[in-house]
């Protein structure tokens, strides 16, 4: 028998995750198929199998703590699906589903995904930053969905994202739901040699060069960040440091952009540096995927002081 494909959906209740799903039972390659959707919440939309003609499609909902491996399995015995859809209940963290129950082994997990309401977004990221960190640990996609780029950041929105999955696929859609291209919303102009980026602007330019190899390799930029030296790089290169809230005010890690410049004893460790170099990349593993990751090949530096803002915030 082949494999059941299982497409995760989560996010808070309105976000839109039971129209994506419906848009996505349209599509040719769902015709002919067994699907069941496994609905953990009740939303303002239903599913209406008349609007699918063509898919055998049934549908279960049930509470969030009901969701064990006897269902699972259960499941599996009653409609032998072909694909299934999950509609979590976003109230509720992914790990009570993923780290906790056993499913049948024909089941493939085919994609995890975020839906989230940018209209909303900043005051639920506020409040309930915990339950976002545990929905980028476990999804490996987020459509933020009802974008107005004249209301929301949206180098801000993919900051937040990245700066807890640089691996993580992201897609905004506009108002109108057509898909919204982040390179026309960059708070800087690439165009410019040196393209100047804002101290503020360090880990929003971080995170969109991470997943914009084409839109930055070999580009000038000037950055400011707090000189740090690796032993194993010996005096090859040094690091531009910030310091970044990744989840919440308790929660600080650490943004390093490799330097490549041969330097000697007089080097201005701990020191907060402007540098002017172009940006390159280099292969990388992290969390089990090959990453490309920018770094710069110095062309001067020199000591500066600190911003206003030394630790950046990604909302």
């Not at 069941?36 to 599913?47: N, V």
């Not at 933020?144 to 929105?157: Q, S, T």
């Not at 040196?194 to 995170?207: E, M, S, W």
Request: glycine content about 6%; charged content about 25%.
């Amino acid at each position: 028998m082949n494999d059941c494909l299982v497409y995760f959906f989560t996010g808070f209740l309105d976000a839109g995750k039971t129209t994506f799903i419906s848009s996505w039972l349209g599509e040719e390659n769902f015709r002919d198929k067994k699907i069941l959707i496994l609905a953990t919440e009740e939303g303002e939309e239903e599913y209406d199998k008349d609007k699918f003609p063509g898919v055998d499609l049934s549908v279960v909902t049930v509470e969030p703590d009901e969701v064990d491996k006897e269902l699972m399995f259960d499941i599996e015995k009653k409609f032998k699906p072909d694909v299934i859809f999950m509609e979590w209940n976003g109230s509720v963290s992914p790990s009570e589903f993923f780290e906790k129950v056993d499913v049948p082994k024909r089941w493939a997990l085919a994609a995890a995904i975020v839906i989230v309401d940018a209209s909303t977004y900043s005051e639920y990221y506020r409040n309930m930053q915990t339950i976002f960190a545990d929905y980028y640990r476990f999804c490996d996609n987020v459509i933020f969905n009802r974008v107005d780029p004249e209301v929301n950041n949206i180098p801000k929105l993919r900051g937040s994202v990245k700066s807890l999955n640089p691996g993580m696929n992201i897609t905004f859609l506009g108002t109108d739901g057509d898909m919204i291209d982040i390179g026309d919303h960059l708070p800087y102009d690439l165009k410019n040699d040196p393209c100047v980026i804002d101290a503020d602007d360090f880990g929003l330019f971080y995170t969109d060069a991470l997943d914009n190899v084409e839109r930055y390799n070999g580009k000038r930029v000037t950055l400011i960040g707090r000189a740090v030296i690796f032993r194993q790089f010996k005096n090859r290169a040094f690091a531009l440091q910030r310091q970044a809230y990744t989840c919440c005010a308790n929660d600080i890690g650490q943004i390093n952009l490799l330097c490549f410049h041969e330097y000697g004893s007089g080097f201005p460790v701990g020191q907060w540096l402007k540098v002017t170099g172009r940006i390159r990349y280099f292969e990388d593993k992290q969390g089990g995927q090959t990453v490309a990751v920018p770094c710069l090949e110095v062309d001067d530096y020199s000591i500066t002081s600190a911003p206003a803002t030394e630790i950046i915030y990604f909302s």
